[in-house]
């Protein structure tokens, strides 16, 4: 615990400089000089290789993912090898439907209808348990999303169909005040800049256009700054930023011209959509920085594709011989920091597939059908 707490220390620390300099949205050098717990406010100096670093010393502990037809939050240890443990009942929460984990691994927020609020708990580092914390029922219905600031300052959630969207302060490490907008931007699903300054959001109807507000995490609060051309498609299902912020991803499972869109990112702009692919009815979305590759999961086909990734975006074509069939209908996927595994929640089972030179189903755990969402909590490894 003591070496976690340090680790965190170190980082909170260096967070003067990303605050200070344009590494606020790349990676300051000086996250490389957070092992030695050193930071120079007058170092500008960006290095993806900061990223890495720290990325590289974070590993999976824990994977949360809800059972029993939504009415439970299961946990499953994850071994060294990215392997599941049994799960075990870690809280009763009915009619979960999204949930995420806080960058720390300190925070789990949960959807519930019992009743319809956003729900958070503490989660405790060294054995995962979960410690309810309060619920927060500020908005119009169940959150449809929910993004921590990769900052750890605070945690956003959005409606399905209501138009609101929340931002709750998480500086202090504990839940603080909550503050609901009322942007009647229609956003179903949301994605964060990985600086944490800019929020993007975007319908599930048909032809949808990316909604963008920039982040104030001092209050915290949301102001809507611009609107992006339209996406051709309906449905859609997940939306993200590569690690570098360079491009936002959005997954449909009704595409107009492809299954897959990608668009250039530059803050608060969101350049010319260009869509993709060959294959219909993407549902998830995952990567990790370390991991030159988009993972998108395809129900109807029980495929779990391998999208290359540049800094021009995602690939017209996925990398077929870095792809598996998974068998069944995934709906759900995650991988960790390190991108060496990847989770896939599947009907009445979590399968864990290894990624090296090629795609592997590694292990099966089985659950109760009728899960919905996964979370992962991760850790810095000891030494870091």
């Known amino acids: 615990m003591e070496m976690q707490t340090a680790s965190g220390a170190r980082i909170q620390a260096c967070i003067v400089c990303l605050r200070q300099s344009i590494c606020a949205i790349l990676i300051c050098v000086a996250i490389l000089q957070c092992r030695s717990?050193?930071?120079?406010?007058?170092?500008?100096?960006?290095?993806?290789?900061?990223?890495?670093?720290?990325?590289?010393?974070?590993?999976?502990?824990?994977?949360?993912?809800?059972?029993?037809?939504?009415?439970?939050?299961?946990?499953?240890?994850?071994?060294?090898?990215?392997?599941?443990a049994s799960p075990v009942v870690a809280a009763t929460l009915s009619g979960v439907t999204v949930m995420a984990v806080s960058p720390s691994g300190t925070?789990?927020?949960?959807?519930?209808?019992?009743?319809?609020?956003?729900?958070?708990?503490?989660?405790?580092?060294?054995?995962?348990?979960?410690?309810?914390?309060?619920?927060?029922?500020?908005?119009?219905?169940?959150?449809?999303?929910?993004?921590?600031?990769?900052?750890?300052?605070?945690?956003?959630?959005?409606?399905?169909?209501a138009g609101g969207e929340m931002v709750c302060d998480t500086r202090s490490g504990a839940l603080g005040t909550c503050n609901k907008f009322l942007t009647a931007s229609g956003a179903n699903i949301i994605a964060l800049h990985p600086s944490g300054a800019f929020l993007y959001g975007l319908s599930t109807g048909a032809n949808p256009a990316a909604q963008i507000f920039t982040v104030d995490a001092s209050v915290p609060a949301l102001n809507q700054v611009g609107v992006s051309s339209v996406f051709s498609g309906s449905g859609a299902n997940d939306l993200t930023t590569d690690p570098a912020g360079q491009n936002i991803y959005a997954a449909f499972s009704t595409p107009g011209s492809g299954p897959y869109a990608t668009a250039p990112l530059n803050g608060s702009t969101i350049g010319t959509i260009?869509?993709?692919?060959?294959?219909?009815?993407?549902?998830?979305?995952?990567?990790?920085?370390l991991a030159g590759y988009e993972f998108a999961n395809q129900a109807s086909n029980s495929l779990i594709m391998a999208i290359p990734r540049s800094a021009s975006g995602l690939s017209l074509t996925p990398d077929l011989t870095k792809s598996l069939n998974v068998g069944g209908a995934p709906t759900t996927i995650r991988m960790d920091p390190q991108g060496l595994h990847i989770y896939v929640l599947n009907g009445a089972q979590i399968q864990v597939l290894n990624f090296g030179s090629v795609l592997s189903l590694a292990s099966t755990t089985a659950v109760t059908a009728g899960g919905n969402g996964l979370a992962l909590a991760s850790y810095y490894k000891p030494g870091f």
Do not use: E
Not at 56 to 73: D, E, H, M, P, T
Not at 277 to 288: E, M, P, V
């Open 274 to 289: 260009s869509l993709a692919g060959i294959l219909n009815g993407f549902s998830s979305l995952a990567h990790s920085p």
């Open 37 to 84: 717990g050193i930071c120079s406010d007058a170092d500008p100096t960006c290095s993806a290789m900061g990223l890495l670093s720290i990325l590289v010393s974070r590993q999976a502990k824990y994977l949360y993912f809800s059972n029993s037809g939504g009415s439970q939050i299961m946990r499953s240890s994850i071994a060294a090898d990215g392997s599941l």
């Open 107 to 161: 925070m789990l927020a949960a959807a519930g209808l019992g009743p319809q609020a956003l729900y958070f708990y503490r989660v405790n580092p060294q054995t995962g348990d979960l410690t309810f914390d309060r619920s927060d029922a500020q908005l119009l219905s169940a959150p449809s999303s929910i993004a921590f600031d990769p900052l750890n300052r605070y945690v956003a959630a959005v409606t399905s169909g």
